[in-house]
């Protein structure tokens, strides 16, 4: 990310040089180091020390004995969930939902983008940047609350509609198979606007002369698009796919958690709210089961990232790092 | 903004071809559909939260109030709990946003200083720790030993500092401040202290209007999780919470709130209720999102160029 010129190894007396240097270099920046001080204690307090502390997946935590304190199991932790009749389940529904709003949310943005960056007047185009942006600025909670309102069998706008032509509106919050569709297009309609910025500001920086000596060639708006507009989205596309893929196991368990139901909760139960569940919500608070199911998530979907990133290098010259 | 479409007032208007003409035409129908699709529900919500409350339970509202009514709006305002949430929220954003902006400046400006050593190496540690996390557990069992567990704190002290925040205040400092500016203060007698006060922090105005944002809408204000997960205690709530138990959970009892016998009426109390809800939450930042946009899209674009 930050590139540096390699410092040299000589010989003796250099290294005692640069050591000197060194040192000279870090006293000379001592209140620079102050100011690090706090960001850097937070960093390990809340960030590393939970690290640490992930060792109770290998071990059964009871808050007796703490982290250290409880006796080592291994991997029986891991094991347990893997034999777990929760385990596939709760995979699946995980990649699934991922994957669906990756493919549903990954091109809508681009294409609102390249559509956006068409219109000539202002006003039209601020109008519909302003109005599409605004959902992303609504709470998950809010955005829930508005999902069971909107579909509400008796008093939801789709209640309403459907009644006005003789028709009865099902329940759609209600039914496991729209789960998957409503969580996912949604999420697309709140986050399509916000995420055309980014593919906007791009757009911005392709150079004006590739355009006019496109026109120039004589080639309509849509191969312009084609052949200039996404060639120069490629790259940041790339990347921002990269990232989608490494986190494809998170999901947005936060919205999740909200819209599930007893009814639901086959199609509804991803990784991180049966997380949560098992070790802060289960009337047995099961503290190393949950860590080692966190982990297990948490390692998988770095090796992904790694994995990804690696494939993008190579086939488009394009990665995160 | 304005110079995104240079190219095409450039161009002649006039050798526009037809084929042209047809996809601007379908272009903007495009994003006509698209604009009417966003705002449909938020309409209809609006709509409803000005109705009467028997008009909403017969399912007569669509996109323009119906019987108008500010029942909804009289009855929140009755209601202890949601503004105890509000006034908790407000609470957590102010004091949690100061903290939050503190900690990524002051990380963020010694990390952009090409000549700090050991600066690689903890942006790595900060860098790292967006890929990969201790987990839910064990950040839960840090914050109950820390005794923070159904405390005001634990809704700000661990929100600390988002990397990704870091990263674009770090890209702003070294894309904004020449190493020679803070050379020749050097020269002049300052000390690093003296430097950040007095150059570095007016410089960084723009960079900390960007992060207040960011973290008062996205790390405070529109977030539940952090709060189901370490209080307890109702009158700590953030609005959020609140809004989660009448939301979705329906556990508010309008017959608490107004005497209506009937039963009908008081259902339709209680969807009403709901709608209006759902536009007094989201009023505060949509009131000042439109203001505040350009600094988002602003901070994107910081964020964009690696």
């Known amino acids: 990310m930050f590139s540096k010129s390699k410092r040299h190894t000589g010989g003796r007396s250099r290294v005692e040089e640069s050591t000197l240097r060194l040192w000279q270099r870090i006293r000379r920046n001592w209140q620079l180091y102050v100011l690090l001080f706090l960001p850097v204690l937070w960093l390990i307090v809340f960030r590393y020390a939970p690290m640490y502390g992930a060792q109770i997946a290998f071990r059964q935590y009871s808050p007796a004995f703490g982290i250290e304190g409880s006796p080592w199991v291994g991997l029986a932790n891991f094991i347990r969930f893997f034999n777990s009749p929760k385990f596939e389940p709760v995979i699946i529904n995980t990649l699934v939902l991922s994957f669906y709003s990756l493919i549903a949310g990954f091109p809508i943005p681009i294409i609102l983008a390249l559509s956006l960056n068409q219109v000539k007047t202002h006003m039209f185009r601020n109008s519909v940047q302003m109005i599409t942006y605004a959902p992303h600025f609504i709470s998950t909670v809010v955005i829930v609350g508005m999902l069971f309102q909107f579909l509400h069998p008796r008093v939801g706008f789709t209640a309403v509609i459907a009644q006005s032509i003789g028709m009865q509106a099902p329940n759609w919050m209600g039914d496991p198979r729209a789960f998957r569709h409503i969580f996912v297009w949604s999420g697309v309609w709140q986050e399509m606007g916000f995420g055309a910025i980014i593919y906007l500001a791009v757009l911005s920086t392709v150079d004006p002369a590739l355009h006019e000596a496109a026109v120039v060639d004589g080639a309509n708006r849509l191969q312009r698009i084609r052949y200039i507009d996404i060639p120069g989205l490629l790259p940041t596309a790339m990347v921002l796919l990269v990232l989608s893929t490494g986190r494809v196991l998170e999901v947005a368990f936060e919205k999740v958690y909200l819209m599930q139901s007893p009814l639901n909760l086959g199609v509804a139960e991803v990784i991180n709210t049966y997380v949560y569940k098992v070790g802060l919500l289960s009337p047995i608070l099961d503290f190393s089961y949950s860590t080692a199911i966190g982990l297990l998530k948490g390692i998988v979907g770095l090796l992904l990232l790694i994995a990804v990133n690696h494939a993008a290098r190579r086939l488009t010259e394009n990665s995160v790092w | ?306």
């Not at chain 2, 705002?39 to 109030?65: D, Y």
């Not at chain 2, 770090?170 to 006060?197: V, Y």
């Not at chain 2, 008062?216 to 307890?232: D, E, G, P, R, S």
């Open chain 2, 1 to 306: 903004m304005a110079s995104m479409s240079n190219y095409d007032s450039n161009i002649n208007k006039v050798n526009e071809s037809p084929v042209d003409r047809v996809f601007m035409m379908g272009n903007t129908v495009f994003l006509l559909v698209i604009t009417v699709i966003v705002l449909l529900p938020l309409i209809f919500i609006v709509s409803a939260s000005f109705s009467s409350a028997e008009a909403v339970i017969a399912g007569r509202v669509t996109l323009w109030p119906v019987d108008f009514s500010l029942l909804g709006y009289e009855t929140i305002f009755e209601h202890k709990k949601v503004w105890n949430g509000f006034a908790n929220s407000l609470f957590y954003t102010f004091f949690g946003t100061i903290f939050n902006v503190v900690m990524t400046i002051i990380a963020a400006y010694p990390l952009s200083r090409q000549d700090l050593v050991g600066r690689r190496v903890i942006t790595i540690a900060f860098i790292f720790t967006m890929l990969f996390s201790g987990g839910l557990i064990p950040t839960y069992m840090v914050v109950r030993d820390l005794g923070l567990l159904n405390t005001r704190a634990a809704m700000i002290l661990p929100t600390g500092i988002g990397v990704f925040n870091l990263l674009i205040t770090i890209t702003f400092f070294r894309t904004t401040i020449p190493p020679e500016l803070i050379e020749a203060a050097r020269i002049d007698g300052a000390n690093d202290f003296r430097t950040f006060g007095s150059i570095i922090l007016p410089l960084a105005r723009p960079i900390i209007a960007v992060l207040a944002l960011f973290y008062a809408v996205n790390t405070h204000w529109n977030t539940y999780f952090q709060a189901l997960i370490y209080l307890k205690d109702q009158e700590l709530f953030p609005l959020q919470l609140v809004l989660r138990e009448i939301l979705i959970q329906n556990t508010i009892d309008a017959s608490m709130l107004i005497d209506i016998e009937d039963l009908v009426a008081r259902e339709g109390l209680r969807e009403l209720l709901k709608y209006s809800l759902i536009v007094v939450a989201s009023v505060p930042v949509m009131i000042i999102y439109p203001f505040v946009q350009r600094h988002f899209v602003k901070g994107m674009m910081i964020g964009s160029v690696k």
